[in-house]
């Protein structure tokens, strides 16, 4: 069965592929060592033995966005064209103290629209565990918002949480050896993430 039935269908067909990920800092790239040490970068390498006959994934990650200014930028993601977007939030709205309902409700109806206008595939990325996250009081009520709106609308869910979790345990390694500035990834903790993301993309496609 396939979680990203438009892209199956291109994959099958031999086409070329275009997949947009959509966020913040991590989408962004944000601590890495240099641009091609980051997420995007990263995902399109490991994507590419997988997809032969092309596959470009867009960055519009913007460090610091929460919902309200991912939405003031969804135009633009409508206009890619993707065939796969993966939108990757919760975090930042955390800082600003946005009410989780309204983090909900505008996310909700961001996905909604790119769904219906766009007719492409969706993805979710939930927040990261990281120190300067943890100590915020309102943090979980984010954490655990985002698997519940994926749920609800049938949207395929990375759970960047427990597998940073995992991560850690795996590699003998801390949480502030994974994210040095206490919040934003390392060259290493980028290659995991983006290597993973498109295993994950894959596995998605049932091929």
């Not at 064209?81 to 109806?109: C, H, M, Y």
């Amino acid at each position: 069965m396939s979680h990203f039935p438009r892209l199956t269908r291109l994959l099958q067909a031999g086409s070329s592929v275009k997949i947009c990920l959509f966020g913040s800092s991590t989408v962004e790239g944000v601590g890495a060592s240099s641009p091609e040490n980051g997420l995007c970068p990263v995902v399109e390498r490991t994507l590419q033995p997988f997809m032969p006959n092309g596959v470009t994934v867009i960055n519009r990650g913007i460090g610091g966005n929460g919902a309200e200014e991912m939405h003031d930028r969804l135009q633009q993601v409508i206009d890619d064209r993707a065939d796969l977007v993966v939108w990757q939030g919760g975090t930042n709205d955390v800082w600003k103290e946005k009410p989780v309902s309204s983090f909900i409700d505008q996310t909700r109806d961001d996905l909604e629209r790119l769904r219906r206008e766009d007719g492409c595939d969706l993805g979710m990325i939930g927040p990261q565990w990281c120190k300067m996250l943890e100590e915020l009081p309102n943090f979980p009520a984010f954490r655990d918002a985002v698997p519940a709106l994926a749920i609800e609308m049938n949207i395929p869910f990375f759970n960047r949480y427990a597998l940073m979790k995992s991560w850690c345990a795996e590699y003998d390694m801390t949480r502030e050896q994974l994210s040095p500035d206490g919040l934003h990834l390392g060259d290493f903790g980028y290659k995991l993430l983006g290597e993973t993301v498109a295993r994950w993309i894959v596995e998605m496609t049932g091929i």
